[in-house]
């Protein structure tokens, strides 16, 4: 009895497994590929200075990868996959130290968007 409860549980797991490859899933948990992605391409500056600042967490709304800007204050969002064409969204900076800034953005398919974000001193 318990040699079939297992090999039913294995049955399962493999159907359900077979069908997340099948099926697969959007990668960014949000977003279609119906309306394709689009880039981002950004820099983060202070606001008192205009110096580049670094090691600045990343977010959008709606979410996707979290990013980090380089050394010279960039960032890349290699891709965002969009719920429309064009599409707003929000791209959120943070560091500590700094004052949370945000940033609203109109991203369309096949596009690189840019974007300049500059952060204020606590």
């Known amino acids: 009895m318990r040699l079939l409860k297992i090999k039913y549980l294995m049955i399962l797991f493999f159907i359900f497994f077979a069908a997340m490859i099948i099926f697969g899933c959007d990668p960014s948990g949000l977003g279609s590929a119906d309306y394709g992605s689009a880039q981002i391409n950004g820099y983060v500056m202070d606001a008192f200075n205009n110096n580049a600042i670094n090691d600045v967490t990343i977010f959008t709304y709606p979410p996707s990868d979290s990013v980090t800007t380089s050394e010279n204050g960039s960032f890349f969002i290699y891709k965002f996959y969009l719920n429309s064409n064009p599409q707003e969204i929000m791209i959120i900076a943070e560091k ?8 609203k953005l109109n991203v369309h398919t096949d596009e690189t968007a840019n974007v300049t974000i500059q952060m204020v001193h606590k």
Do not use: C, F, I, L
């Open 96 to 103: 500590p130290g700094y004052q949370t800034a945000q940033v």
